[in-house]
């Protein structure tokens, strides 16, 4: 698993909980030392093995820790550069979530190695979209039912999100628009703001 990724998930836990807390988990897990280089490879088994660890340590499911990181990828200030990478994708909701099924190939042009998991998004009928993802992490698709959230709130929508497990790695969100303008969206401007 690239260690971006490994790298997202302590992050999350010391914007969120603390070092303290991000080095139980290590431990836990046997990590030394205990922190992931974010351009460097690691075991596959690691990653799993370190969501579980934050579950025991948060006291929560696995599914509601997965979520909450797909919250913080999208909204914490630390992570902004990833909700402007997602805004790219569109000037509403709807042309967002078309541009999903291309996320993987724009996350590698910003980093090479990095692939993240297969997502395809279908649109039916009446506002009514199926976000398929295919992960050998498990509730991968609750990671992204987070990053929906926040994202329909980043535009203004209100949508309705279920989660649907199929096999092999197979998750599906699916994703109901109810309304299109039901709050004003948070601004976006193209050019980031200089510090």
């Not at 790298?7 to 080095?23: E, I, P, T, V």
């Not at 042309?95 to 993240?116: G, I, K, N, Q, T």
Request: net charge negative; hydrophobic share 45%.
């Amino acid at each position: 698993m690239h260690g971006l990724i490994n790298h997202s998930f302590q992050r999350y836990m010391c914007d969120y909980f603390g070092n303290l807390a991000w080095l139980e988990v290590a431990a836990q897990v046997g990590l030394s030392p205990p922190v992931f280089e974010p351009m460097l490879t690691y075991d596959d088994a690691i990653t799993p093995a370190v969501l579980d660890a934050m579950a025991l340590s948060l006291r929560r499911s696995r599914v509601e820790v997965m979520e909450d990181i797909g919250t913080y990828l999208v909204s914490h200030p630390n992570t902004e550069s990833v909700r402007r990478l997602l805004r790219f994708g569109g000037v509403n909701f709807e042309d967002f979530l078309y541009s999903l099924d291309d996320l993987p190939d724009r996350a590698r042009m910003a980093v090479a190695e990095l692939h993240l998991p297969a997502i395809e998004l279908h649109g039916h009928a009446c506002g009514s979209y199926s976000l398929i993802c295919y992960s050998s992490i498990a509730g991968f698709g609750h990671l992204m039912m987070g990053v929906l959230r926040v994202m329909s709130d980043d535009y203004g929508v209100l949508a309705l999100l279920e989660h649907e497990s199929g096999a092999d790695g197979k998750q599906i969100v699916h994703i109901q628009l109810i309304q299109s303008d039901f709050a004003q969206g948070r601004s976006f401007d193209l050019a980031a703001e200089v510090t």
